[in-house]
């Protein structure tokens, strides 16, 4: 039997459920999950192996329509390849969200690959407004394929991971066949701390904010790491620490939890706090910080 392999891209608006959908179709958290807009900043890649079959799955930042900083505009152009080295599209859409995004609908329809729209949420919606949203996208998007399907609760999930074999090009793998991503071991500790500072803080300080791993340092038993949250002002670095360093110490301990859970070791996590102001507009700290456009 010939080998099917291909990238399958997830694209959609802020808070769609991308990343929920993205964990489900690797069977692994590879992305982290917030009911916060705009919590997937980097191109991510998920990859699921068969026998004879590789999904190469990218979850990418929602699409931001009018960007207000540099790091917007990068998040964008990830968004920008997704559609240019894109096998297969799942275009992921909220149910209840009356608003559609008519730019990356006329994008679509330009598109030479197949094409999936992801009603999700249905959870949240009654029969009816399910099939009068089926009914719209066929007629809206008549090449692409509509699945009605709830992320959170994997209703479809694996109707949708079938069809999506099918219809994977020929090809050879792209990449090892143990290999799970192609991000690194400090790129999830930074992306766990930067989901628990989205989980615990308010209004403009989770997104104000970027963790850099300093130090990783494994043992066969224990890995001690060490890493710098990002603030942009004096401000939020204050409001970070917290009085007497509580904040910083909550989440620190939940922070470690989910990476002792990730990794199958003991972790020690030494966390502190630095202001580098407008970092989201200076090119060369984006760079630092694993932002490449």
């Known amino acids: 039997m010939d080998h099917k392999a291909g990238y399958v891209n997830i694209i959609g ?13 690797v ?4 992305s982290i999950i917030t009911s916060k807009a705009q919590t997937t900043r980097h191109r991510i890649l998920g990859i699921v192996n068969g026998d004879d079959f590789q999904i190469v799955f990218s979850d990418t930042p929602g699409i931001i329509k009018n960007p207000a900083y540099k790091m917007h505009e990068i998040m964008n152009q990830y968004i920008n390849v997704a559609f240019i080295d894109a096998d297969l599209i799942l275009y992921v859409v909220d149910i209840t969200d009356k608003k559609n995004d008519e730019d990356t609908i006329e994008r679509i329809k330009k598109m030479e690959v197949p094409v999936f729209v992801l009603l999700n949420k249905i959870d949240l919606s009654t029969q009816e407004e399910v099939e009068k949203a089926v009914a ?21 999930i694996q109707f949708v991971l079938e069809s999506i074999i099918e219809k994977l090009p020929v090809c ?26 989205l989980l615990n803080y308010q209004q403009e300080i989770p997104y104000s904010v970027e963790v850099v791993v300093d130090a990783y340092e494994e043992s066969q038993k224990m890995i001690n790491i060490k890493a710098t949250i990002f603030a ?17 110490k909550k989440v620190g301990i939940q922070s470690r939890a989910d990476i002792e859970e990730f990794t199958g070791k003991k972790i020690f996590l030494d966390l502190r706090v630095k202001v580098d102001k407008d970092w989201r507009d200076n ?8 932002y490449e456009a």
């Open 13 to 25: 608006k802020p808070n769609v459920g991308k990343s929920t959908l993205m964990n489900d179709l």
């Open 27 to 30: 069977g692994e958290k590879i």
């Open 136 to 156: 719209f996208w066929h007629e809206t998007l008549p090449a692409a394929t509509v699945f009605p399907i709830s992320a959170m609760h994997q209703a479809n």
């Open 172 to 197: 050879p793998p792209y990449f090892p066949k143990d290999e799970l991503t192609d991000r690194s071991m400090r790129f999830f500790v930074t992306e766990i701390i930067r989901e628990k500072i």
């Open 232 to 248: 942009s002002r004096e401000s939020q670095k204050a409001i970070l620490i917290g009085k007497g360093g509580s904040a910083i």
């Open 283 to 290: 090119e060369e700290e984006l760079k630092h910080f694993g």
